[in-house]
């Protein structure tokens, strides 16, 4: 059993050539982006890639910490996959915390209007939201919130590759059982109370500032974790295809898949519900965040976001051979992970640019994020054995069937 990955040279040439691209896409961005527009967008795309980016790595130690507090055992025998796409968010959360560092005290109020004190002083709205959005409370949530996932993130895979050592006895697997709910629960306390709360309000809706929404948060939180679904699963798959986790099969990809498909529908779910009661109760401080995406430039994106992250995997996902089939996977997650990615976009643009424009820099940065990804997480993968051998609930992932 070929237990221990090892980075073939395809793989990290494939990484830098796209880290490559990435860097080159924001130099191009600091010298061709001139004056206030031009600096508008260019902040505007790092604020949309590195939140995004680093959201959907915070959606693996969630997948962790949810799967161990439901005592689930069918996912053990490739946990090391989302330990291993989990720790690459250090960096990925330092990258975000020096972005909006530099957004907010650069004053760069084109991206958060709320930063300017002047502008803040004669704008009731922002006056009234100013003991929130004001850059002390913002600099310390950042630093509080990204440390507190960096912290969990580390103390869960740091106990996963410590138990690999220990005795495989009655009273072993108890302990892990023990610790591993204790600290997974610790977790998803701060997780639900970041990423499903304050979190998107600071990073993402604050750059509309006069306009609010009770379901933002959900609705960010449902884009990331299907998304990090979609990365899972092709690591999974990259993985398989090279001859790694001979225990996963297509029963494990098919409870992957299952998940994919679900959150899709629960991502329209909260799409539809927060434009719809906004639409029907047709108030001025609320349409003002629909306007540009539905009657304005960006209406071609905003519906073209729901044909690609709701109606595309409802009819790929919906038949239980496609979900059991790799290359079938692959595709639909690539496709999962650029739909949510355009999501991000046209929820930062219209805040920030002054038209509508094709995302060459967006997208180029993407790529490079892309990039980054891949070389963190597959130098992740060398570090431990890929399968937590003893772990109470492996035999179970072993022979887990649906």
């Given at each position: 059993m070929k237990d221990q990955f090892v980075v073939p040279a395809r793989l990290k040439t494939t990484s830098f050539v796209l880290m490559g691209i990435g860097l080159l896409t924001l130099l191009i961005g600091i010298f061709a982006f001139h004056g206030e527009h031009g600096s508008t967008r260019f902040w505007a795309g790092l604020l949309q890639n590195s939140s995004f980016f680093a959201l959907i790595i915070l959606a693996s130690t969630f997948f962790i910490g949810a799967t161990t507090l439901a005592h689930g055992g069918w996912q053990i025998g490739f946990?090391?996959?989302?330990?291993?796409?989990?720790?690459?968010?250090?960096?990925?959360?330092?990258?975000?915390?020096?972005?909006?560092?530099?957004?907010?005290?650069?004053?760069?109020?084109?991206?958060?209007?709320?930063?300017?004190?002047?502008?803040?002083?004669?704008?009731?709205?922002?006056?009234?939201?100013?003991?929130?959005?004001?850059?002390?409370?913002?600099?310390?949530?950042?630093?509080?919130?990204?440390?507190?996932?960096?912290?969990?993130?580390?103390?869960?895979?740091?106990?996963?590759?410590?138990?690999?050592?220990?005795?495989?006895?009655?009273?072993?697997?108890?302990?892990?059982?023990?610790?591993?709910?204790?600290?997974?629960?610790?977790?998803?306390?701060?997780?639900a109370l970041s990423v499903a709360s304050t979190t998107p309000w600071l990073l993402l809706m604050s750059i509309d500032a006069h306009w609010y929404s009770t379901m933002y948060s959900w609705y960010t939180f449902a884009s990331t974790w299907?998304?990090?679904?979609?990365?899972?699963?092709?690591?999974?798959?990259?993985?398989?295809?090279?001859?790694?986790?001979?225990?996963?099969?297509?029963?494990?990809?098919?409870?992957?898949?299952?998940?994919?498909?679900?959150?899709?529908?629960?991502?329209?779910?909260?799409?539809?519900?927060?434009?719809?009661?906004?639409?029907?109760?047709?108030?001025?401080?609320?349409?003002?965040?629909?306007?540009?995406?539905?009657?304005?430039?960006?209406?071609?994106?905003?519906?073209?976001?729901?044909?690609?992250?709701?109606?595309?995997?409802?009819?790929y996902l919906m038949k239980r051979d496609t979900k059991r089939n790799y290359s079938s996977m692959v595709f639909i997650s690539i496709v999962i992970l650029a739909g949510h990615w355009m999501d991000f976009w046209q929820m930062v643009g219209p805040g920030t640019y002054e038209h509508l424009v094709f995302p060459w820099y967006e997208a180029g940065l993407a790529v490079g994020f892309v990039g980054l990804i891949i070389f963190l997480v597959s130098n992740q993968l060398t570090k431990a054995p890929l399968v937590p051998k003893n772990h109470p609930y492996l035999k179970e992932s072993i022979v887990h069937h649906t």
């Open positions: 946990r090391r996959v989302p330990e291993a796409i989990s720790m690459a968010l250090p960096v990925l959360g330092g990258i975000l915390f020096i972005v909006v560092m530099l957004i907010v005290f650069g004053g760069k109020e084109h991206i958060y209007h709320w930063v300017n004190a002047e502008h803040v002083k004669h704008d009731p709205i922002l006056t009234w939201k100013s003991a929130f959005l004001n850059k002390g409370t913002f600099t310390g949530f950042m630093i509080v919130t990204i440390s507190l996932w960096i912290f969990f993130t580390i103390k869960l895979r740091n106990m996963s590759i410590q138990e690999d050592g220990w005795d495989l006895t009655a009273a072993t697997g108890r302990r892990i059982i023990w610790r591993n709910t204790v600290w997974c629960g610790a977790f998803i306390v701060i997780y299907v998304s990090g679904i979609a990365l899972i699963i092709l690591f999974v798959a990259y993985l398989k295809r090279n001859g790694y986790l001979p225990m996963v099969n297509e029963e494990h990809l098919h409870d992957l898949g299952k998940f994919a498909f679900a959150f899709s529908i629960f991502w329209t779910y909260l799409w539809f519900s927060q434009y719809m009661l906004i639409w029907y109760a047709n108030m001025p401080e609320e349409t003002v965040y629909f306007k540009p995406r539905v009657w304005g430039e960006w209406r071609p994106i905003f519906f073209l976001n729901l044909i690609i992250n709701f109606i595309t995997p409802l009819l």
